[in-house]
């Protein structure tokens, strides 16, 4: 069923991510509410050029560029812009918890071994035991006043399967974690895949698609070690 809606998606292959988003709503084919079968709609922004000179172009959803001569006939034979891409399946979860951490005393977030995730919140003034829930991904945001990444437009972080995998497996081996900010638009990058195993210093903007981002020093990159500092004793990614 084709939809748009509330919602996190995740490529199933990747080694760059975005998580911290401007926008909560999502598009595209969902068989279900969640699900590694959607099928979501291109988000194309200009990225620079090629270096014959060629427009160049990077989609949000799927993570690669658009552009080349193959784009460009694929293009004028179906009157859609759209990346190779665009027919991968997808990780995604519609209308899925969000974390608003200025109503929360704490919030622990852990990965399952089935590839889901846990949350334990701790809500702000209650008496009760915190709230506890399964799902297969989750929103974190804050209505406090406090901007998560000041200077840029990001509404919430979408904690994903792969994004928390990445950043526990990288503590959890002694990687040295970080944060670097694009050059060009300020987003905090994230690394995935093998990008997540071994700490380096060029990264590639999975909100841009720039790749002229250098860390001062070789790391992995996460939103999620940011958020970890910014909110240490409020909130817990494990």
Same mark, same amino acid.
């Given at each position: 069923m084709r939809r748009q809606a509330a919602g996190i998606c995740w490529p199933l =292959? #990747? @080694?760059v991510g975005h998580i911290a988003v401007e926008s909560d709503r999502v598009s595209g084919e969902f068989p279900a509410d969640q699900g590694l079968d959607g099928v979501l709609d291109c988000l194309l922004v200009a990225a620079g050029k090629y270096r014959n000179g060629a427009a160049r172009h990077w989609c949000r959803t799927h993570q @690669?560029?658009?552009g080349?001569? #193959?784009d460009l006939a694929a293009w004028a034979a179906s009157g859609r812009q759209r990346c190779a891409r665009h027919a991968d399946k997808m990780g995604y979860a519609l209308h899925p918890p969000v974390i608003d951490l200025a109503a929360c005393a704490g919030a622990t977030i852990a990965g399952t071994a089935d590839g889901a995730m846990e949350a334990a919140?701790? !809500?702000a003034g209650a008496s009760t035991a915190p709230l506890t829930l399964r799902c297969a991904a989750l929103a974190i945001r804050d209505s406090g006043g406090s901007a998560l990444f000041p200077g840029t437009a990001i509404v919430q972080v979408n904690i994903t399967p792969p994004a928390l995998l990445a950043y526990s #497996? #990288? !503590?959890a081996a002694g990687q040295a974690l970080g944060c670097v900010n694009c050059a060009r638009c300020a987003h905090p990058h994230l690394d995935l895949g093998s990008f997540a195993q071994t700490p380096h210093r060029r990264h590639y903007c999975g909100n841009c698609g *720039? =790749? *002229?981002t250098h860390s001062p020093d070789a790391m992995i990159s996460s939103p999620l070690h940011a958020l970890s500092i910014k909110f240490d004793g409020l909130l817990t990614i494990m």
């Open positions: =292959d #990747a @080694t @690669t560029y658009w080349v001569k #193959a919140i701790a !809500r #497996a #990288a !503590r *720039s =790749d *002229s």
